[in-house]
């Protein structure tokens, strides 16, 4: 299976946010390193390494053996980025991706919405009848909107997504 780069850098930035594909992309070129030298090289405080870092071993993409400084007796903790992880979980939030766009499809066709004229909030049948198909929010009455071109993106986004993936 194809992953893009896009989709790698995505997933990063969504479990251990944006600066976490730099710290990866330093892992990925040595075979384990250290907070330290990774901050150095970085630029970026260790702090705020060490967090990054925590926050990709929560998602099982990087893994660390403990050593001891025998000069200082200080642990050092020697990173390594798990590669095979890494494109197991971008494959797991396409796979979500695709369900949520399948229930918002589903939900798309199965109802009939309602809105004002200046689409303050669109509602499905049942809700627009309880609010007497009068819009809360500006008090004008509410008419059927045509969801046409909204099915017509979900649509294609998942088919694009699927091509992709092979289904
Ligand atoms: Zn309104």
């Not at 299976?1 to 892992?27: P, R, W, Y």
Request: glycine share 6%; net charge negative.
């Amino acid at each position: 299976m194809e992953i893009s780069e896009h989709e790698i850098v995505n997933t990063l930035a969504k479990v251990a946010g944006a600066n976490s594909v730099d710290i990866i992309g330093e892992l990925d070129q040595e075979s384990e390193m250290d907070e330290f030298s990774l901050a150095e090289r970085l630029g970026m405080d260790v702090k705020t390494v060490r967090k990054i870092l925590y926050k990709l071993y929560d998602s099982r993409l990087v893994k660390f053996r403990r050593i001891k400084d025998e000069e200082t007796g200080w642990y050092i903790y020697l990173w390594k980025f798990e590669n095979e992880k890494l494109k197991g979980l971008v494959e797991k939030m396409r796979r979500e991706r695709v369900q949520n766009l399948h229930e918002r499809l589903d939900y798309e066709k199965n109802n009939q919405f309602f809105m004002c004229d200046s689409g303050c909030i669109r509602v499905p049948f049942d809700r627009a009848m309880e609010m007497g198909f009068t819009c809360q929010h500006c008090g004008a009455s509410m008419n059927f909107v045509d969801n046409s071109h909204i099915i017509d993106q979900l649509e294609k986004q998942l088919s694009e997504i699927e091509k992709v993936i092979g289904y």
